[in-house]
């Protein structure tokens, strides 16, 4: 099994781990009720997706 001979620096290594950083997911605006929603996916709110309703949601 291979080893290495010398350490890899603290530079290197963070080179390295750039990108592995979490990125905030993004959100879009929904058309009909205009909350927050993933897109591409059903609205949770008001179950509305590419201005049709597709899912029943619960009056509250």
Excluded: I, W
Aim: glycine letters at 4%; a positive charge.
């Amino acid at each position: 099994m291979p080893n290495p001979k010398r350490r890899h620096s603290k530079t290197r290594t963070a080179k390295r781990r750039t990108h592995d950083a979490l990125k905030p997911k993004s959100l879009s605006e929904c058309p009909q009720c205009h909350e927050p929603k993933a897109p591409h996916h059903v609205c949770a709110n008001c179950g509305f997706y590419n201005g049709r309703q597709v899912k029943a949601v619960a009056e509250k």
